[in-house]
């Protein structure tokens, strides 16, 4: 059985590792489709708060199929088609107590994604594995992950329909949180340089688009708009600082692209106090934003399998990483197949 481990930054090896027995309460799953994103990256390039220490094994959207299971699993069964999430929380904690399981104190991480096989622990077994919704396809699948994330912003954001909400970037996740923010209906308007990417951001509901400059004139621009929410999916301090600017007075802007550990910035404290500027932060996701995202992902209104090309084999893996891009075909996404 290969899989993809990681032992260092930038030390990515395709290496044979002993196929697995289940034992109570876990699952044997095979994988049939993966796919990368931007953290994939990051985590190749120096690592992350999620992947533990090296060797590790890595890569977190994927979904495949139940090949074994041990004593005590019976929410799934050999042979069904499934997603399975990268976390389970615990549910006792103060935060799971509290309804904020996605900040549980004692989530369990489970990566390994990039692999033919993974062993799937009792934790996240129990809570985060989800059969496929019928005419949900395997390769779409994985996606669900990174759609619960933006699924849980939205849904701390709040917005009421027929609010105007401004999406800083048309990536992966920004395309997201676009058809997040329509489903509930929202008018979202995205902001992003590139003309391709919004091309796409009008297929994934987008009300609007406006090709940004990442200059002081883009505040002045998104100001115009008098949009009381901003959604911030670009992941850089700038564009962080930049999102404070946009948002209309009284108005709330969620931010959702992580950046580096130890990144700062500054705010301008008249926003918060004279302007009544509210600022959130959302991370990761909840088993229930999965089972919603897997839903939403059977309505084929949206083009999500325009956001990844065709599949690459784990061989390919780490010089498309080494590329410092998510894809090496020029989609948001690639896919992975460890059969290819």
Not at 21 to 28: I, M, R, T, Y
């Amino acid at each position: 059985m290969r899989a993809a481990i990681l032992h260092g930054p930038r030390d990515l090896r395709i290496e044979d590792v002993a196929p697995v027995d289940p034992q109570p309460g876990e699952v044997v799953l095979r994988i049939a489709s993966a796919t990368t994103c931007a953290t994939d990256v990051k985590m190749f390039e120096r690592g992350h708060l999620a992947l533990g220490p090296y060797p590790a094994r890595f890569g977190h959207e994927f979904a495949g199929v139940v090949e074994a299971c041990g004593a005590d699993v019976t929410n799934v069964k050999p042979g069904d088609a499934v997603f399975c999430a990268d976390s389970a929380p615990c549910g006792a904690c103060s935060r799971c107590r509290e309804g904020r399981p996605n900040l549980c104190e004692n989530l369990q991480y489970l990566l390994g994604g990039f692999a033919e096989q993974l062993l799937v622990p009792p934790a996240v077994a129990s809570v985060n594995i989800h059969r496929l919704p019928a005419g949900l396809p395997m390769e779409r699948a994985p996606i669900a992950e990174p759609l619960a994330c933006a699924l849980l912003a939205v849904e701390r954001a709040a917005p009421p329909p027929g609010s105007t909400a401004i999406v800083m970037g048309a990536g992966s996740v920004g395309l997201f949180l676009t058809a997040a923010l329509r489903r509930t209906g929202c008018d979202p308007i995205v902001l992003d340089p590139h003309n391709g990417r919004l091309d796409l951001a009008i297929e994934f509901g987008a009300a609007s688009c406006v090709r940004v400059t990442r200059t002081d004139e883009d505040v002045r621009v998104a100001r115009a708009l008098h949009a009381p929410y901003v959604f911030e999916a670009v992941g850089r301090p700038e564009a962080w600082e930049q999102a404070v600017q946009m948002v209309a007075a009284g108005g709330t802007v969620m931010f959702v692209g992580g950046c580096e550990r130890a990144a700062t910035v500054t705010v301008p404290t008249f926003r918060l106090h004279y302007e009544e500027v509210g600022l959130m932060g959302s991370y990761h996701h909840t088993p229930r934003h999965i089972a919603a995202a897997l839903d939403l992902l059977t309505d084929d209104s949206f083009m999500w399998d325009k956001l990844a090309g065709p599949p690459i084999g784990l061989d390919a893996l780490g010089a498309m990483l080494a590329s410092g891009r998510p894809s090496s075909t020029g989609h948001h996404k690639q896919r992975v197949d460890p059969r290819c």
